[in-house]
């Protein structure tokens, strides 16, 4: 059973071989890796001159600059051949196990996904971890899915493959889960972190605009679930996504208010009361 990989590479030149080197690195040797270029550069040249071609490497292009990793992963989609699928960023990877773990769960359930351990990319060391998750595997309804405080990348079975929604770029990975989870039921999560999420002070989330723009997207998001299309979900999951979006709205706003005191405050620490 072969895992697509979908690696949206925008301005990317400095960290993709390491993501692809953690691919390289799995247990589990059956996988495809779909490299998008999003930036018009070419990723295959940059892959060739550090002696890491591969038959399982795909390259293709949005033909855009800076789209969007939305975008950028539906293009992804649209090359893939796998059986599974699942995500990395190009500037994360994965622990060698990841796929070796998460396969069984996904064949079995649909879907399956991991926690993430949060790394300073300055300092490469660790963060610590979100506090309230517990140490078993959990079977995730959508409502104790929007209880949590950090991001799910799950692997799922290509039969529940939904493009991500165009035009939605803050916190488009939960919109994706959320989908994903009204789909299946309930999403396996098991307590090993085995994706490694490397934290920029210049990305896109911790820039100074962050705040805003999260608060504008929860608040747009919430209109569309209460009296719009509401994403297609069924009348439960709307009502879970709902509650769901305005918790994590609260959440936001507390946290620029926070900031506003101590700007060098991270999310991460203010959620684990730091």
């Known amino acids: 059973m072969t895992t697509s990989v979908i690696i949206p590479a925008y301005r990317a030149q400095d960290c993709l071989v390491r993501a692809l080197a953690s691919l390289r690195a799995q247990t ?9 270029s999003d930036d018009g550069f070419d990723y295959r040249a940059l892959v060739d001159a550090a002696g890491m071609l591969d038959g399982r490497l795909v ?7 800076g789209s969007g990793c939305h975008h950028a992963r539906n ?3 649209g090359a893939m051949t796998g059986d599974t699928v699942s995500w990395l960023d190009a500037d994360d990877e994965w622990l060698p196990q990841r796929l070796e773990t998460l396969l069984p769960l996904a064949r079995q359930h649909g879907a ?8 300073d990319e300055q300092t490469g060391q660790p963060l610590p971890p979100s506090q309230g998750l517990e140490t078993g595997l959990q079977h995730l309804d959508l409502a104790a899915f929007m209880q949590l405080d950090q991001p799910l990348v799950p692997l799922f079975l290509r039969e529940h493959v939904q493009e991500r929604i165009e035009g939605a770029e803050m916190a488009e990975d939960v919109l994706a889960n959320i989908r994903l ?7 396996p999560l098991v307590p090993q972190q085995l994706y490694r999420y490397f934290i ?8 100074e605009q962050a705040e805003d723009r999260f608060d504008q997207a929860y608040a747009d998001y919430m209109a569309r679930l209460d009296h719009g299309d509401g994403f297609g979900l069924g009348p439960a999951s709307r009502r879970a996504a709902l509650a769901g979006f305005a918790r994590k709205r609260a959440l936001n706003q507390a946290y ?7 700007p060098a405050l991270t999310f991460q620490d203010f959620v684990n009361g730091v």
């Open 28 to 36: 589990i040797t059956d996988w495809q890796a779909v490299i998008v």
């Open 200 to 207: 920029r002070a210049s990305s896109l989330a911790h820039s």
């Open 112 to 119: 399956a996904a991991d926690l993430l351990q949060c790394v």
């Open 256 to 262: 620029a208010e926070a900031r506003r005191a101590k």
């Open 59 to 65: 390259f293709v292009s949005t033909g855009r600059i």
């Open 75 to 77: 293009v992804g989609l």
């Open 181 to 187: 989870i009204d789909r299946i039921g309930t999403l």
